[in-house]
């Protein structure tokens, strides 16, 4: 399986790899990455991949569900390169903190939001959560006093490892509703954000400390159904 770089430093932006397989649709896996694949919500990196002098250009990154390997898809009609080569990656980094910011910024709107999540999606200017609220009621200036005071809180954000075990005796820690925690190895990995602000087992990546999300807004509240509904957030610039 390919080692995922990104799931103990998120900040990584490149590193050598070595190919092991171009899969049936030309998908390429390699032995490490620092390319997350879609997610959780999250979209897969893109970016390049150099071979021998040759830049590829990466379109996404992928899980395949049958294999259960990480896959680099190429943009179409580029020149592959072959089992065994050794490749440079570098992602985009813009994009990638952008997406960064924000799913650390989701992760506030849950701590905003005692609720449980049944959707999400993170963008690189919007992203938003669904939530079951029963016969709560939600007010957008309030939670986006709510989400900027956790900002501004500087709280650290770090992670830490339980066995599935201990995740399946432990079902509070899960927020979301209809997607299973991810687990990996026989482990699921917690995300903290501060000493008590959120808690719950998260596979994407995030910033080091709240300060670095930057100001939010919550910019509309959708009505999805009788007690569903749909939180958008956005940059503050």
């Not at 020149?79 to 994009?95: F, H, N, T, Y």
């Not at 087992?201 to 999805?224: A, F, M, Q, W």
Request: include cysteine; charged fraction near 30%.
């Amino acid at each position: 399986m390919t080692e995922e770089l990104f799931r103990e430093d998120a900040y990584l932006k490149s590193c050598d790899a070595k190919v092991t397989k171009i899969n049936d649709l030309g998908g390429i896996i390699l032995d490490r990455t620092v390319f997350y694949p879609t997610g959780g919500g999250q979209p897969g990196d893109s970016g390049t991949m150099t071979c021998g002098g040759n830049a590829i250009k990466i379109a996404t990154t992928v899980n395949d569900r049958e294999t259960g390997e990480l896959v680099h898809v190429p943009a179409e009609g580029q020149a592959l390169p072959s089992v065994g080569d050794e490749v440079a990656l570098e992602i985009d980094w813009d994009r990638r903190y952008l997406h960064m910011r924000m799913h650390t910024g989701l992760h506030l709107l849950c701590a905003s939001v005692p609720c449980g999540v049944t959707g999400g999606q993170i963008g690189p200017e919007k992203s938003r959560l669904d939530f079951d609220i029963g016969e709560m009621k939600l007010d957008k200036e309030e939670i986006t006093e709510k989400l900027n005071a956790f900002m501004e809180g500087n709280h650290d954000v770090t992670s830490s490892w339980i066995t599935d075990e201990e995740m399946d005796a432990n079902p509070e820690l899960v927020r979301t509703m209809s997607v299973k925690p991810p687990r990996k190895g026989g482990r699921v990995r917690l995300m903290h954000v501060g000493d008590a602000v959120d808690l719950q087992p998260c596979g994407g990546t995030h910033v080091k400390n709240t300060s670095e999300i930057g100001r939010l807004r919550v910019s509309k509240i959708e009505n999805k159904g009788k007690r569903n509904r749909r939180v958008n957030i956005v940059f503050d610039d």
